[in-house]
């Protein structure tokens, strides 16, 4: 009897011990009790506030949904629902939570179109920051957590003494070294897309570079600094950040320096079957294979249309075929002997580096920075320079690029050294013929110079007829037929062309 007792009270035991120690386990699962979508002047935040402290979540777009922005939040829960604003309407789709596992949840937040994000962590909170995309914006803006951060701030110059670039197996950094912690401003721009970081107070002392990113697995494919503002009313110092497509960033500073991340995005891992598309036998420049995968595959893959059967019909030797060939082959040289032939023609040739541009409405001030910026060239703009462009350019140089957009607003080029200079196509022709006006006075005001030329193979008075189109005002042509020779008076600069 007490054999059958013992086992009982020992399983009773360790059920009572089992229930004491899961009473006092608390739920591990973080509870967030608000919800906030912020709109902003340069960026729309998604703010979630908890109980206690999240996880740090994972951030990604989806590669399937190139728009939907999913946030990954470990051991957390929510009753919650999110609600867009209408004012952020045209910008946030919406915003679903979903439960994934027994404690994890997973924000799903769809957009009109996709931008660079940074997740960050602000006093117990989660913040999601959205750039929004700049379009058409005429003066420089500052939103107002920036302009409060200044005011605050005290006054003083901060200074840049250089920027490292690293690589680590999951993201790509920018260390700039600052001798304080400097206020940043981040926005977005498109055209290509661009991640702007604007450092107020700071001067920058290190040279203005640029940096290569070369793996596409990263979301940035180029970045470089430069001094945007001197002064009236403080210094900037600006990093830009090419980017292949919006993705995920942080940004984190202190007083020893600012460092810019961007991580690898799923989307951008290669599948084998993008892989197979890039591999053409002919040789392509990269641009086309990352943009234009489509149409390549396209071009290569016509297999009805290349198996055309006229390859086999020079094999058969007919008579038929050959005989009227056979007779319009000397009537052929003898029509090409009296067509006209062009013996000189301007033609434009474009020798500039490829690039592609897509503009919708862009200012076209803009547009030409870009270029210029493109082709290390500074620019001096008229002051009636105005144009708006809307275009969609692949793989064209970017000097063709440059006259396209100027051509379309009636605007004109002239470049000297390494400075590019935009105008109105009337100032220019009308500098142009001021110009020539002043060098035909010069030449009238010049000296004037006298050239024999005698002839022993052609007669002077042909050669006259021919060359008086070339004289100047000034000039003069005597014949002496008896030796056969031409007398030619007029100033240098035409003398030198006879």
């Known amino acids: 009897m007490k ?36 709109p902003g002047l340069l960026m729309t935040k998604l703010v979630l506030e908890a109980d206690g402290q999240l996880a740090t979540p994972k951030a990604y777009y989806l590669p399937d949904s190139s728009q939907t922005f999913v946030l990954d939040l470990n051991k957390a829960k929510t009753t919650e629902a ?41 006093q117990g909170r989660t913040v999601v920051e959205l750039a929004k995309i700049q379009r058409g914006q005429a003066s420089y803006l500052i939103d107002s957590e920036t302009q ?24 790509v950094s920018f260390k700039a070294q600052l001798t304080d912690e400097a206020v940043a401003q981040v926005f977005a721009l498109e055209n290509p897309s661009r991640l702007v970081v604007d450092l107020y107070d700071t001067i920058l002392m290190a040279k203005a570079d640029v940096w290569s990113v070369d793996n596409p697995q990263y979301s940035v494919q180029k970045a470089r600094v430069g001094q945007f503002q001197q002064a009236n009313p403080r210094p900037i ?96 040289p003898e029509q090409e002997k009296f067509k006209p032939k062009t013996i000189a023609a301007e033609e434009d040739k474009y020798s500039g580096e490829v690039i592609s541009l897509k503009f919708k409405d ?32 692949q793989d064209v140089p ?55 030329v005698t002839l022993s193979y052609s007669k002077a008075k042909d050669v006259a007829a021919l060359l008086k189109s070339k004289l100047s005002n000034r000039g003069e042509m005597i014949i002496d037929e008896r030796t056969n020779t031409l007398l030619i008076t007029d100033v240098k600069d035409k003398m030198d062309t006879i």
Do not use: H
């Not at 701030?153 to 690293?166: A, C, N, Q, T, V």
């Not at 010069?442 to 050239?451: F, M, N, T």
């Open 362 to 393: 862009a200012d076209l001030r803009d547009v030409v920075l870009y270029l210029a910026e493109f082709a290390s060239l500074n620019v001096v703009f008229d002051a009636d320079v105005r144009g708006v462009v809307t275009c969609n350019l």
């Open 237 to 332: 110092t600006r990093l830009v950040f090419d980017l292949k497509e919006p993705g995920v960033y942080s940004l984190d500073s202190d007083k020893t320096g600012l460092v810019v991340s961007f991580f690898k995005n799923q989307a951008a891992v290669p599948t084998p079957a993008a892989l197979t598309v890039t591999k053409p036998e002919v040789q392509l420049p990269a641009s086309v294979k990352v943009n234009q995968p489509a149409s390549v595959e396209a071009k290569l893959d016509p297999k009805p249309a290349a198996k055309p059967v006229l390859m086999e019909a020079p094999a058969r030797p007919t008579a038929t075929a050959q005989a009227p060939q056979s007779q319009k082959t000397p009537a052929a």
């Open 398 to 452: 970017w000097d063709q690029a440059l006259d396209i957009v100027l051509k379309q607003n009636k605007m004109g080029k002239t470049i000297e050294g390494n400075v590019l200079r935009i105008a109105p196509i009337g100032i220019l022709t009308r500098e142009q013929e001021d110009e020539r006006k002043m060098k035909e006075s010069k030449e009238l005001a010049g000296p004037v110079q006298i050239k024999t």
């Open 3 to 38: 054999k059958k007792i013992v086992p009982a009270v020992f399983a009773s035991l360790c059920v009572l011990v089992l229930a004491v120690l899961y009473a006092q386990i608390p739920d591990s699962a973080v509870n967030i009790s608000k919800i906030q979508v912020q």
């Open 148 to 171: 409060a951060r200044l005011d605050r701030r005290p006054k003083g110059e901060i200074f840049l003494e250089k920027i490292d670039y690293s690589q680590a197996a999951d993201r």
């Open 82 to 122: 999110p609600l867009v604003p209408s004012s952020e309407s045209q910008f946030i789709r919406d915003i679903q939570v979903q439960k994934s596992g027994l404690q994890d949840l997973r924000f799903l937040v769809r957009l009109n179109e996709r931008v660079p994000i940074r997740v960050r962590t602000d």
